[in-house]
């Protein structure tokens, strides 16, 4: 089980990613800001939801509502990269936000398996 550190630290990694993806999603190309920006927003919310139940919840439940953000966030990292592909985001700005995804993941891989620390 994750220590309240451990998920005080999530909550705050995932906050920045948040505020992070909000700054780049408004500057969308017009064609791409009520699709694209708006699904990859609707996924970052639905995973930062399915975290806050983790946080919330015991057992079979926790376990599931953590299943759920950790698919959200596969899905947001796809959505990310085809962000990229269609040129809504700089090389840049994707390598950071795909590194801040990744600290994401890693986090909460470690919440959904706690004895796989390393």
């Known amino acids: 089980m994750s220590t309240q550190s451990d998920d ?3 909550f705050a990694k995932y906050h920045d990613l948040m505020a992070w993806l ?3 999603a408004e500057k969308f190309p ?3 800001r009520f699709l694209l920006a708006n699904r990859l927003l609707d996924t970052a919310f639905a995973c930062h939801e399915e975290l806050i139940r983790a946080r919330k919840v015991t057992g079979p439940a926790r376990a599931q509502a953590l299943l759920q953000a ?3 966030l596969e899905t947001l990292r796809l959505q990310w ?3 990229h592909e269609t040129r809504c985001v700089s090389t840049a700005q994707y390598e ?3 590194k ?3 600290e994401v993941g890693k986090m909460l891989g470690r919440w959904r398996f ?3 620390k390393p």
Do not use: K
């Open 114 to 116: 706690p004895a796989q």
């Open 96 to 98: 950071h936000g795909a």
């Open 22 to 24: 909000v700054a780049r």
């Open 30 to 32: 017009r064609s791409q």
């Open 8 to 10: 005080t630290s999530l």
């Open 100 to 102: 801040l995804i990744d």
């Open 70 to 72: 950790d698919v959200e």
């Open 81 to 83: 990269r085809l962000a």
